[in-house]
Structures are given as C-alpha cells and as structure tokens.
C-alpha cells in the first residue's frame, strides 16, 4: 500500500486523510519500508540539498502566556535564564558563527506574547545586518499584525516564522492565553505581507495521530513553505514535564507521515531531536526531512554544527 501511496504522490497526486491514518498504523519491520518511501519522496522533489537555520534567542522568560510545553511559560517552574532583548551586537556575533558554519538562515526569536514597539524597531536593524553578512534573516516574535510585519520586510525579513503547534482541537488542552484564531490571523498577515511563511508544531504533547494529521492538512491548505517539526523534552517544573518521550521510530514516523501529505515543503526537524532521536538521529534524511535547525534550541542543546555538516556529508548531501 505504501509504495501505492508513493507512487500517486511521484506521478503528481496527492493522499487524503483516510490514507495518511492509514500510514500512523505502519509498525513493525514495515516501518522501514515507510522511511524508504519518504526518503525516495524527499530525493524527488527536494533533491539532495539540505536546508539549514539556526535560531537565538534573544530575548529569554518571564513569558505572561500559559503553553504546556514551555519551560518560559507563566506556569513553569522551571529554572532558565531570563533576560531582555539582547544587545545588537552580540546577536551578530552569534549570527557570523552560524554562517561560518554554512548556515543559510538565521532566526532571532523572542519570548512573550508580542514584541513592543521599541523592540521592533530594534530587530528591525538586526534583521538589515543579518542580511548584510549574507544570512536570510528570519524571526518568531509572537502574534504579529500586519503594520509590525511590514516594518521588519522593510529591513530585510524572508520568513516569519509561528507554530500552529497541534490541531485545532487539541490547542485549548495546551494554551488558554491565546487562541487558535489568533495563531490564524498572524499567519494570514505574514501571508498578506507577502514573507515566507514558517509554521509547524510540537509532537508528543498527548495528541493523538488524527490532531498530527489534522494539523498537517491545514498547514498544506495554508501553503506554508517551511513546516519545523518539534518533539516534546518533557522538562521538570513544566505543566507537560511528567509526559514520556516520544518513542524514536514514533517520531521519525512524523517526519515520514508529513513528507507524504507535504512532499513539496521544507520538513525541518528542529526542537527535541537531539534528545528524542539520540542514536536514530541519522535515520532523519532517510525518514523524509530535507533541513535542521542546527545548534543549540531555545532553551536546551542542540546538535553542534560540526556534528549535523558531519551527518549531512556521510549521506552524500550538500548545502
């Protein structure tokens, strides 16, 4: 049935719903046969260049919003690091590693509900020198409308980057200080305002396969270009902390499962990888993804550079 699936898919066609809960049941020996399906997916419409980015985060914390799955949320109690925006110059700094490395995207990302205006403005500058050292610049500021985004295109913003984060029906079970509708309506403005848009989720949060389906259908219905696949680090002090991991061969079948509904978009496996693949980390190619964040997450470690340009040259991939 699968290769039935891949091939519909080669020849130009697309799945529906009832094959993809077809795919969430594949277990056992034939889980490779998946993988092998989405690589072939992956080598066919995105070839063998891998997409980089890499993230900082900029402003760390004391976050006003309710998210189960942060560990700079209202209701976590864990211990991180909280600071304001930081300084232009050491974003720079972290943005000339990152493209020493070979990365092509650099996000600056934020904490909170919404940046104020005096930040903006001074993200907007970054956003011009990240540019000029030849990165495309990204950001993840929160809900944004469109007078804030056009301000940062104005500078040199490529893509904007907000996580839909599950289905529709699961997001009241994760976040109550802001909607679903409100997840919509920026992306719709990063849409209007003519930026790439950067919207995926977090897996293993308690959904079920049907909200991981869902969610991949509205994100092809939306068009995005860019979906970051996120799995759950259960984190002591956060309201989802006493959560088991995801199993590897689960999270894998993710990537596998989105490459089928999306085999035209950027799968970006970002958060959680390094702690929920451990061993299976070089299955990602193999399960469908064709770009990383690479480095440190926003809160916890990530793959070094090194590592990840290691794994991408043992597959014969390039940048």
């Given at each position: 049935m699968i290769e039935q699936f891949e091939e519909?898919?080669?020849g130009g066609g697309s799945i529906g719903k009832e094959e993809a809960f077809y795919i969430t049941g594949i277990s056992g020996h034939e889980v490779f046969k998946l993988f092998l399906s989405a690589n072939r997916i992956r080598s066919h419409f995105m070839g063998n260049r891998v997409g980089l980015c890499s993230i900082v985060n900029a402003k760390s914390g004391a976050c006003p919003e309710d998210c189960s799955f942060c560990v700079q949320s209202s209701k976590s109690t864990a211990e991180i690091d909280v600071y304001p925006l930081m300084d232009k110059e050491s974003i720079m700094e972290k943005a000339r590693v990152a493209k020493r490395a070979g990365v092509k995207r650099f996000s600056i990302v934020t904490s909170g509900k919404r940046v104020s205006q005096k930040d903006l403005h001074s993200i907007a500058e970054m956003i011009a020198d990240i540019k000029t050292i030849g990165l495309l610049p990204c950001a993840s500021l929160g809900i944004l409308e469109e007078r804030n985004l056009e301000v940062l295109k104005t500078a040199g913003l490529d893509r904007c980057h907000h996580n839909l984060e599950t289905s529709e029906r699961f997001f009241p079970f994760i976040c109550t200080t802001h909607t679903y509708r409100d997840k919509r309506k920026t992306i719709d403005s990063i849409r209007t305002t003519g930026l790439s848009i950067c919207?995926?989720?977090?897996?293993?949060?308690?959904?079920?396969?049907?909200?991981?389906?869902?969610?991949?259908f509205l994100l092809k219905d939306i068009d995005v270009d860019s979906v970051p696949i996120n799995f759950l680090i259960p984190i002591k002090g956060t309201v989802l902390g006493h959560r088991d991991a995801l199993h590897p061969f689960e999270a894998l079948k993710i990537v596998s499962l989105y490459r089928f509904i999306l085999p035209h978009k950027e799968i970006r496996v970002c958060g959680g990888r390094n702690q929920i693949l451990n061993e299976f980390n070089s299955f990602i190619f193999l399960a469908?993804?064709?770009?990383?964040l690479t480095g440190n997450y926003l809160t916890t470690p990530g793959k070094s550079y090194d590592e990840d340009l290691r794994l991408i040259k043992t597959y014969g991939l390039t940048l």
């Open positions: 519909k898919i080669l919207s995926g989720g977090i897996f293993g949060m308690g959904e079920t396969w049907q909200d991981r389906i869902d969610m991949a469908g993804a064709d770009s990383l």
